[in-house]
Structure formats: structure tokens, C-alpha cells
């Protein structure tokens, strides 16, 4: 069977799913890490559409499994994924609770069962120390897929009791931004993104001294901040990126970047991204931030790697 159609960069990491499936030695966990798009989800409901098929071609995507899967209605897949009724929006320890007695149940359509938990760096530290039990000793029969974008803000204890595979394209030219692009237009990420050519321009403001520290971090405190820092990380990546290179890639937004890029030295820009990381991590974990003291630092080592 063909990758999964919504997913075709994901060609060599489904070739190999299927041989380590057919041959039976699927680890228990598997932790996918990749850019934010609709085709590690649909990878990872792939692999259990395989998992819980009982035709000898897996998956045969006929049978009742299989169509329960492909509508992502079958009852012994679960998907864990934030809780949205606070303002955290972070996978809850009352959530890995209620996994911890699913999972001890017998599956309904036959003796496995799936746990699909995306994106697994929203996990607050209570979650991640419930699930980490769930993985030291994983239930006869079920299979843990993790999807995450990065693994700086998961708890290293996660990791290693997974098996990590990539996100790895044969044709990737490292356009970060352009991973943004799928961001849903009605989310807080697609509608920041929406501002990218005005991020873009306050930053090369800044460098180029005509606005301050204060009044560039005081304007980007009326976007959403959770959304800014990521994608402060993409971009800061894609100036690594222009910067060792030497190329750009052909986007609407090229020749302003690639100007920015002028000012800055691949070693401050990875100073940069450690210090975008870190205060991901603390939003990850519902840590309280002063948002505009925040921006002000951060804002502080760019205007610094000049």
C-alpha cells in the first residue's frame, strides 16, 4: 500500500513502519517528530489502521477496522490532545487518568488497542510523569503514537522510552516558513502568520536602529504570544538557515528576510533560538511570564548580534 495520500513526503518513514510491522518488531512507542502538518496525524492514524487490521495486505482499508479508522471513529483509537477548556491549553494529568483506566480495558473490536497523543510537547509536567509510568510498563496489546514538532520542551524520560522517528523529506529545501503556511487560517498561528512581513520589518527596524527595544516588544504584545514565539522560531531558523546556506528559497517574504539576514552571524542567531527554546519550555509548562520583560531580552540579543 501506498504512504498515506495527504502525506507523500512521508514515503520512506511509512516504507519502513510497514517492513518493521509485517516483521514484527514494532516498539510499543513511537514518538513522530515533524513540522505541524495534517501528515503526521494522518501517518500515525495509518499505522494504526495497519495495526488493527486483520486482513493479510495491511491495511487493507475495506474491512470495518479500516473504516472506522480512516473516519477516526473507531473505538479502540483514542486521540489525546489538549484540553481546551482552560486558557493553558496543555494535556491535563486528569487526561493521562482516564488513559491509565482505558487502557487496562479490553479493546471492542478485537485485542489492540491505539493511543494517539499529539502534540505531545503540550503535555504539563504532571501528564508527562503519568504517562511515563504508562511507558515503563506499557499494557499487553496497546501502542502509543507521540506526534511532536520538537523535543526541547519533552521531558527526556519520554523520549528515551520511545522509539523516535523523523520527519525527513527527500525533496526539503528548509523553507521553515513555509511550514506556517499550513497553519489553519482561523487559528491563532494562521492568523499571526498573516503578519509576517510586519514581524519581519520591526526586526530589521530594530537592527537598523530606527525603533527601539521597548516600542517594537510593546507592538508585538498585541499579538498572541504562544503563536509569536513559534514563529520567531521559524524565522530565526530560516535566518540560520540563509545564513549557512548562502541560498534562499523563493517565497514572498525572500527579499525582506534575506536583508535581516545581512546583520547577523549564524552564532548569535543559534544563541538566539536556545533562548527562544527556553521560554517555549516555560510556556510548555504554564510557567507565568512577564510577557513584555520577555520580548525586551529577546529583542535585547538580536539588537546585541550586530
Known sequence: MKSPEASPLYEQLWQRFQTIHANQR????????????????????????????????????????????????????????????????????????????????????????????????????????????????????????????????IPATIISRCQQWRFVSANIDNDYLALAENSSADSARGELFTQLPQIISGLTELVSNKTTIFSLANKWLDYEFSALIWLLYLLNSQLIDYKLRGQVCKQQWTEQLSDLAKYFQPVHLFKQLDQINEISKKLQQNINLNKQLVLENLLLGYSLCL
Request: negative net charge.
Open 26 to 153: 514494532l516498539h510499543h512507542a513511537l514518538l513522530l517528530v515533524g513540522p505541524e502538518s495534517v501528515g503526521l496525524i494522518s501517518l500515525a492514524y495509518a499505522m494504526a489502521s495497519t495495526i488493527l487490521c486483520n486482513e493479510q495486505q495491511k491495511p487493507c482499508g475495506a474491512c470495518k477496522s479500516c473504516r472506522l479508522t480512516n473516519t477516526r471513529e473507531h473505538p479502540d483509537v483514542n486521540c489525546i490532545e489538549p484540553d481546551k477548556t482552560g486558557s493553558a491549553n496543555l494535556i491535563k494529568i486528569d487526561q493521562i487518568r482516564d488513559l491509565q483506566s482505558l487502557v487496562f480495558r479490553s479493546p471492542q473490536l478485537g485485542d489492540k488497542r491505539i493511543i494517539i497523543l499529539y502534540p505531545a510537547e503540550k503535555m504539563n509536567i504532571a501528564a508527562a510523569n503519568a504517562l511515563l509510568k504508562l511507558l515503563e510498563e506499557p499494557p499487553e496489546g496497546v501502542h502509543f503514537l507521540l506526534i511532536a514538532e520538537q523535543l526541547s520542551t
